[in-house]
């Protein structure tokens, strides 16, 4: 009887938990109708297509170059990988082991689905990059965030009245302000980072990324305008 493994992944773009049910349920009665034996299951959750560096799909290789399976079987080949060069990888790897890739979109995978889907899944990268980008400016633009959260700010939850949710809109933290404020002016009377770094630790202030404070925490990288005295947010904005 053929051995078969179950792959199934969402993205947190749009997608759900219960995706993940959705996909393994639909592979396992394909499965079933084949007259094949899953052995395994593998998944992913709220983890992006774009790279193989997930845990799920990396058990799924190893076991399938072990001879574990014969068939690997998903809903779509975009679920194993939506990079170009990573799909080829895998079926390359797969072809060498004796291992079919199937899903329940393409049927069974060849060299032609591999170049088409990938270079269409691909495109699909690219296009998404794009608009992610143009969104996050039309944000900038109209005096919102473009990006995550800052120390310092909170996030507003506003919906529109179609209930949609209003992004980019926050308030001022005071308490967190507060240092901010302290941080800024500490380091202009010449006070290095480390050494205000020390101080917040030991009064016991809570750190942005919820560790210790750290000399980069404080200072930052200029270009990459990380750390509070690099942040854009803080010298353009008024806090």
Not at 51 to 69: E, N, T
Not at 165 to 186: L, M, T, Y
Request: with cysteine; hydrophobic share 35%; charged share 30%.
């Amino acid at each position: 009887m053929t051995k078969v493994a179950i792959y199934a992944r969402y993205s947190s773009d749009n997608q759900r938990e219960a995706s993940i049910d959705d996909q393994l349920r639909l592979c396992q009665e394909y499965a079933e109708r084949e007259g094949w034996a899953v052995l395994d299951s593998y998944t992913d959750h709220a983890i992006s297509g774009a790279s193989l560096m997930r845990p799920g799909i990396q058990d799924l290789i190893a076991a399938a170059l072990s001879g574990r399976f014969d068939v690997i079987l998903a809903e779509a080949m975009d679920r194993l990988s939506r990079d170009q060069e990573d799909i080829a990888g895998v079926y390359k790897r797969m072809v060498f082991a004796g291992v079919k890739i199937v899903t329940l979109s393409e049927g069974e995978i060849s060299d032609l689905h591999v170049g088409l889907k990938g270079t269409m899944n691909a495109l699909f990268l690219k296009d998404l990059a794009d608009k992610t980008r143009r969104g996050l400016r039309g944000r900038v633009e109209a005096g919102k965030s473009g990006g995550g959260n800052s120390y310092g700010y909170d996030v507003v939850k506003k919906f529109t009245a179609d209930g949609e949710p209003i992004r980019g809109e926050r308030i001022i933290n005071d308490e967190q302000a507060a240092i901010v404020r302290r941080i800024f002016e500490e380091y202009a009377d010449g006070k290095a980072p480390r050494a205000i770094a020390i101080e917040l630790n030991g009064e016991g202030t809570p750190c942005p990324s919820g560790k210790a404070w750290g000399p980069t925490t404080i200072h930052g990288h200029f270009k990459r305008g990380t750390g509070i005295l690099n942040n854009e947010l803080y010298p353009r904005f008024s806090i």
